[in-house]
């Protein structure tokens, strides 16, 4: 259930209207895990104008995702600094912004190996209780 309210903000922010934006900055920062391992992340500032008023976003996309390979500096090639971008915001509340609304493959995976969590829990409960006699039972 978790991995499709993370997969929902993706899909939530897919329909946001667009402003155009600048990109302010863009770095790659990097985090040691305990066991020694190294992650990499993209932050990105930008800036865009709704209805007459400049707004900093920061949010590269709903959900911030890390990883060992290259993928944080790839983000960091397609948002340069001084770059066009395309700004995604709640029309409810244009400060709140994203530039990605395309759920990749972790969050798709992520929800994937919840949704057979919940399946297989399921069928054990089922089992269980047509083995304890079903609805005569009860």
């Known amino acids: 259930i978790l991995g499709f309210a993370f997969l ?15 990109v302010m900055a863009s770095r790659v920062e990097s985090r040691r895990g305990s066991k020694g391992s190294t992650t990499h992340l993209c932050k990105v500032e930008y800036r865009y104008v709704v209805n007459g008023q400049v707004y900093i976003g920061s949010k ?14 790839d983000d960091q090639r397609e948002y340069p600094p001084g770059g066009a971008c395309t700004v995604h915001y709640d029309p409810e509340k244009p ?3 994203v530039l990605r609304v395309k759920a990749g493959w972790f969050q798709w995976l992520f929800a994937g190996i919840g949704t ?23």
Do not use: H
């Not at 269980?128 to 009860?138: D, L, R, V």
């Open 116 to 138: 057979i969590c919940v399946a297989i829990g399921a069928a054990a409960w089922v089992a269980g209780w047509f083995k304890s006699g079903g609805p005569q039972s009860a």
């Open 95 to 97: 400060g709140e912004s």
């Open 60 to 73: 590269l996309e709903p959900m911030e995702v890390s990883s060992s390979g290259n993928g944080a500096y």
């Open 8 to 22: 929902w903000q993706y899909w939530r922010a897919a329909d946001w209207p667009t402003a155009p934006g600048t």
